[in-house]
């Protein structure tokens, strides 16, 4: 990361996490809600979707491009109220005793200027400076950033479960993204008809090509004459290999020709456009589908996502419920 990245983060986490109390706060821009006794701006607003809005003007105009800035700033006054309710429910918290230790923001800070600055503290802190902020200041933001963060994870973990009957059913339904589709593993020797010579002619590689070909039916191995003749650089020092292909891989009429092939065999000459190919197919996979106890660990990790997602919103949809929130934007 550069420190243009760190400038941005200053600026967005700013925004998303910095409480802005009706008391503290000298809102000159109006005020997009309020949520308990914190204000969020409009500014804050337009600062959080800036660059995103930027790329939806390019992209769009007229009625669909104000539908799409109403949609992206309706969200982004959603996830700051979010943002909002969370830091507020930690100082709760904090009432019982609940922190986050300094060494835990130090610790941060540290990592910052070690993979942002080199390990260049001074020039860490000019950057700030040059920006407004003290390292108080962005300590402050950081440990605000750490609150968030583990508390959606915590809230995020309380009594997920994923039961084996949940897995088999996800398996069930939806078996096609499981599938394996047929393969063919894959040699190929490629020829290509050079540059017209000094009389206005270009050589033609047929006759190479078929002679290679000759060599083949007389037991040469396929693997030496594509290292030989190949004109294929990317797999000519592999002997030609291109590894287990799908049908989708090659154009149509090399599809064709691969997949008729036994294992074993080699094909004719194919000549397609200005060049020639043989090929040879290895060995074959039919079209099948992975086993459950092949996906399971897969499968059971994208439920707990999906249900940790859903237990965070469950959380957030409470905090929602017990707060005094006003959109005003």
């Known amino acids: 990361m550069s420190r243009i990245s760190l400038l941005a983060s200053l600026l967005l986490f700013t925004t998303f996490l910095t409480p802005a109390s009706a008391q503290q706060a000298e809102v000159i821009d109006g005020v997009a809600a309020v949520v308990n ?37 309706l969200a982004a006054l959603k996830d700051l109220v979010d943002r909002q309710l969370i830091l507020q429910e930690f100082r709760k918290m904090q009432e019982k005793g609940a922190n986050i230790p300094d060494y835990v923001v ?34 402050e933001i950081e440990r605000d950033k750490i609150i968030v963060q583990a508390m959606r994870q ?37 020829l290509r008809n050079g540059e017209s010579d000094d009389l206005g002619g270009a050589p033609d590689k ?11 039916i007389d037991g040469a191995a396929f693997d030496r004459m594509a290292e030989m003749y190949s004109e294929d650089e990317s797999t000519r020092d592999a002997g030609g290999d291109w590894g287990w292909v799908e049908r989708n891989t090659l154009n149509e009429d090399l599809t064709r020709v691969a997949f008729s092939l036994k294992p074993g065999d080699f ?63």
Do not use: C, H
Request: aromatic share 6%; hydrophobic share 35%; charged share 30%.
């Open 267 to 329: 094909s004719k000459v194919l000549r397609l456009g200005d060049s020639y190919y043989i090929l040879q197919v290895e060995a074959k996979r039919e079209a099948s589908v992975k086993p459950l106890s092949e996906v399971r660990e897969q499968i059971e990790q994208s439920l707990l996502q999906q249900e940790r997602m859903k237990s965070q919103q469950r959380w957030l949809d409470t905090l929602r419920q017990k707060a005094y929130i006003k959109i005003l934007a």
């Open 206 to 216: 047929n006759q190479t090509a078929e002679e290679i070909r000759q060599k083949l």
């Open 37 to 73: 006794e914190d204000v969020i701006t409009i500014s804050q607003v337009r600062e959080l979707i800036g660059a995103r809005e930027r790329a939806l003007r390019e992209a769009y105009a007229g009625p669909d491009l104000v539908e799409k800035i109403k949609e992206m700033r």
């Open 154 to 190: 915590a809230k995020g973990n309380d009594n997920v479960v994923v039961s084996p009957r949940q897995v088999q059913s996800f398996y069930e339904k939806n078996k096609a993204a499981f599938s394996i589709p047929e393969q063919v593993k894959l040699r190929m020797i490629v």
């Open 106 to 139: 130090d610790d941060r800070v540290q990592t910052i200027i070690r993979e942002e600055f080199g390990g260049d503290r001074a020039a860490f802190v000019r950057t700030l400076q040059a920006q407004g902020y003290t390292l108080t200041r962005f300590k």
